[in-house]
């Protein structure tokens, strides 16, 4: 009799629980059980890709890419898809050398005319890994510690586009409810070669039925599910002075020439003030004013700025709340100083005058600045300062990136869409969050095929991506794939 209250009592429970996680349904969602039934399966089809060694920086591990290409179009063939491995040509290293560059999979899981085609972005190839470089486990054993799958490329990107395609063998085991595509490349990390020029030559095909892309990689700002709608750009420049045909004694020399160095440590410290205020003309004057409903976006947003202080060991930030950091890291400028090539930088005391140098800097891009103009702006000013100087050297200033930011709509239908899967996934309302980085390939795969895009990120905010002992959590990696599920559902109601 007390058993069987207590299992009254349980069964209410649940169906109370139920109730409040997934609104007005009580019945268990059959893709999320179908999912859940076969974690094991998916967290296997992790560890398989992990062990492949796809770091498309190492020319002596193209072979892995190749392979993991491969396996990549092999498994969407045996859930029922369609993949074709895309020739994209050579890549010339700097010895002159060249080397077949990975091919591009793009395959397809359904093929209903009457369905609206969902488009996911993704990379297999990854960072190099070592463990002596401070690894805790073999970086490509995917090994699982208190709920962490601990590999190179378990967030960035294997972690992250394998949902995707799980998700798809979920929902067939009822009911596709969309069709999906894959456009998954091997040299994303090592800057996406002759990607733009495939998505050209297939933009009156593969792309011509999409209806919106998916980028699935980047990471979530904390412990909450966020959806992406801005992303920065960066142009990266390059300033040489010149002060003499060899490197010299400063023994000999010193206080005689003009020297290269001296003169670029006055160009590169005429580029900010102490605060970090860009001083160059024309560069502050091209951002957009913040709006008022962009403003209550950054306030809800969960984020402890004093915690991403600490886990970097800065003493202090800039500014001084939440929402100035998250302000400055995805909607404002910011211009670092990278490095001076041909500087003495080793150990020791070598007295040296260095004959030539570049210092190298990079200004992060938002909305509404353009390349174009910085890079005219830029060579302008250090022109002016440069003539300041009074300097006899030769001094010349380059730009070597001009990529553009991306911003979308977070309140379009996309985004809508990942918010009622959100909920249904984690049983909460996402981040609406930008990145201070840049993604290329989200500018690209817009202006190229007029179509919108949504980043939806799986990794957790400190999965590690490039760096040791990177992972990705079994529940960002499960509810993930319930997430990415949900999505592709929610989408196809509207
Ligand atoms: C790509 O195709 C779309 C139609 O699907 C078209 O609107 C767009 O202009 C094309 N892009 C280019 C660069 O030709
Ligand atoms: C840098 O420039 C900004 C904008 O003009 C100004 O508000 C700030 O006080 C300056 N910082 C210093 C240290 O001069
Ligand atoms: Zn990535």
């Not at 040509?89 to 010895?95: D, E, K």
């Not at 805790?136 to 962490?148: V, W």
């Not at 020791?348 to 702006?377: H, N, Y």
Request: some cysteine.
């Amino acid at each position: 009799m007390t058993m069987l209250l207590f299992q009254i009592g349980l069964a209410i429970l649940t169906i109370l629980l139920l109730k409040d996680t997934c609104g007005a349904s009580v019945t268990p969602d059959p893709v999320f059980q179908y999912i859940d039934a076969n974690q094991e399966k998916f967290v296997q089809r992790l560890k398989e890709w992990v062990v492949i060694k796809s770091d498309s920086s190492d020319p002596s591990l193209r072979n892995e890419v190749h392979k993991m290409m491969e396996i990549t179009a092999e498994l969407i063939k045996t859930l029922g898809g369609t993949a074709e491995l895309v020739d994209i040509g050579l890549q010339q290293l700097p010895s002159g050398e060249t080397l077949k560059l990975p091919s591009v999979v793009l395959g397809q899981i359904g093929q209903d005319p009457d369905k609206p085609t969902l488009c996911i972005y993704g990379h297999t190839d990854v960072q190099p890994a070592r463990k002596e470089d401070g690894w805790d486990t073999d970086p490509y054993t995917l090994t699982e510690i208190n709920g962490n799958l601990y590999g190179r490329g378990a967030s960035d990107d294997k972690g992250q586009i394998l949902p995707w395609i799980n998700a798809a063998e979920a929902l067939q085991s009822q009911e596709l409810p969309v069709n999906f595509k894959f456009l998954i490349e091997g040299m994303e990390e090592v800057g996406s070669d002759g990607l733009a020029e495939l998505i050209m030559k297939r933009n009156q095909t593969f792309f011509s039925d999409v209806d919106y892309i998916v980028l699935a990689d980047t990471a979530w700002i904390s412990e909450k599910p966020a959806l992406t709608y801005g992303a920065r750009g960066n142009c990266y420049f390059l300033v040489e002075v010149e002060c003499a045909n060899r490197d010299l004694h400063s023994g000999s020399y010193g206080g005689v020439i003009h020297e290269a160095m001296t003169d670029l440590i006055a160009l590169l410290d005429s580029l900010t003030n102490s605060s970090g205020h860009i001083l160059i003309p024309g560069i502050n004057e091209a951002v957009a004013a913040l709006t008022d409903e962009e403003t209550k976006l950054y306030s809800g947003i969960s984020f402890d700025h004093e915690e991403f202080r600490n886990k970097i060991g800065a003493q202090e930030l800039r500014q001084k709340n939440k929402e100035d950091v998250l302000l400055q890291r995805w909607r404002y400028p910011s211009l670092t100083i990278h490095g001076i090539e041909g500087a003495f930088s080793g150990a020791g005391t070598k007295t040296v005058i260095p004959a030539k140098v570049i210092g190298k800097f990079s200004i992060r891009q938002v909305p509404d600045m353009d390349p174009l103009q910085v890079e005219k702006q830029v060579i302008e000013y250090l022109d002016k300062k440069f003539a300041e100087l009074k300097s006899p050297n030769k001094m010349k200033t380059t730009m070597v990136i001009g990529a553009k930011p991306w911003l979308t709509d977070p309140n379009n239908k996309a985004f809508h869409a990942g918010r009622k899967a959100s909920k249904r996934a984690f049983g909460v309302e996402p981040d609406l969050i930008r990145v201070g980085g840049t993604i290329p390939i989200a500018t690209t795969l817009e202006d190229v095929t007029g179509k919108n895009l949504i980043m939806m990120p799986l990794g957790g905010p400190y999965d590690a991506a490039h760096g040791q002992n990177e992972k990705i959590s079994r529940y960002n990696y499960i509810e993930g794939t319930k997430f990415a599920a949900a999505y592709a559902q929610e989408f196809a109601k509207l």
